[in-house]
């Protein structure tokens, strides 16, 4: 049996396009979507800049500058338009992803930790690092396990800082990340 519309929805549907309502209603409403789309391309550009000069500062006053710039630019902007606007502009560039991950968690950077994406950002950065054997998987293995630590997840926490050390010290001596000294300690208290 086939499903027919009732008659009293065609006819009032019918007349609603008759009076030509619906057309003007999507006229005035295009417009303000065009604005919100350039209003969200505007948002995208400025964290785009931020990130892009997160990255390439390699002055640790200066990056703690662009970092609460970038904390300033988050807190007026939706939070899934900034992570929407974030994630395409990483795309798969490790050294992006590294930095942003680490903005998104660390307390030098950060006031209000985002770990969830944090680790999304992380995870992303460890399997592109992988793929393409580079030196920084013990960094994101590294950092990962920061995460889950500071979250107080232990137990996840562990592998990763073990994976981070047997890397470092076999492939890729000097790449575990430089920790504020009571937190080192936590991490070699875990992994005793």
């Known amino acids: 049996m086939k499903y027919q ?12 396009l008759r009076n030509s309502k619906i057309f003007f ?57 900034f992570k929407t606007c974030a994630w395409n502009y990483l795309g798969e560039n490790t050294e ?5 991950g680490l903005f998104l968690f660390d307390p030098y950077y950060t006031q209000n930790p985002d770990y969830r994406f944090a680790e999304k950002v992380l995870q992303k950065g460890l ?30 926490a562990k592998p990763y800082f073990q994976k981070a050390f047997q890397l470092a010290e076999k ?6 990340p430089a920790v504020e000294e009571d937190f080192y300690e936590k991490i070699e208290k875990l992994l005793k």
């Open 171 to 176: 492939e890729y001596p000097g790449t575990i």
């Open 25 to 81: 209603f999507i006229f005035l409403l295009f417009p303000y979507t065009s604005s919100l789309s350039a209003l969200q391309t505007d948002t995208c550009n400025k964290i785009r800049k931020e990130l892009e000069l997160l990255k390439i500062e390699t002055d640790f006053q200066n990056r703690k500058k662009q970092a609460d710039s970038l904390s300033r630019l988050k807190r007026k902007t939706p939070e899934e338009e």
């Open 127 to 156: 399997t592109l690092s992988i793929k393409e054997n580079q030196p920084g998987q013990a960094s994101f293995y590294h950092l990962i396990g920061q995460v889950f630590l500071r979250e107080g997840k232990k137990q996840q």
């Open 5 to 16: 519309i009732p008659t009293f929805l065609k006819r009032s549907f019918s007349s609603a």
């Open 96 to 100: 992006r992803l590294y930095w942003f």
